[in-house]
């Protein structure tokens, strides 16, 4: 599975974005999906997951009203829409890809991970 994310960018704070991420392969329609990000010097920190369905997502306290993920299996494509978005959200926002139908938080549950797109929002 290859995953490329797109739609980062500078934005102002209080402002949205919404990242996408493709997926290749047929089978991405079994896979739990997750967002990560990293900010400079510090760790790769879980945002948001969805399972194979959609039916179930899982947030981070510190997204949890403001982000939302939603997936299109017939796109093939896994979506993370940001609102009120703060200076401290600025990071690197990865997606990844878990094998099993359900993911969590945890960074090496998943196999495998886009190159990542870049978010900054300014204050």
């Known amino acids: 599975v290859q995953l490329v994310e797109s739609g980062g960018g500078l934005v102002q704070a209080g402002g949205s974005l919404r990242l996408s991420c493709a997926a290749s392969g047929r089978t991405f329609s079994s896979y739990a999906m997750g967002w990560f990000r990293q900010a400079p010097g510090k760790e790769r920190e879980f945002v948001a997951a969805i399972s194979w369905s959609g039916g179930s997502t899982y947030y981070a306290d510190s997204v949890k009203g403001r982000f939302t993920i939603s997936r299109d299996n017939a796109k093939n494509t896994v979506y993370l829409q940001m609102n009120s978005l703060k200076p401290e959200d600025t990071a690197v926002y990865y997606c990844?890809?878990?094998?099993?139908?359900?993911?969590?938080?945890?960074?090496?549950?998943?196999?495998?991970w886009g190159q990542g797109t870049q978010v900054t929002v300014s204050s």
């Open positions: 990844a890809a878990d094998r099993a139908p359900l993911a969590g938080s945890s960074w090496d549950e998943y196999d495998y």
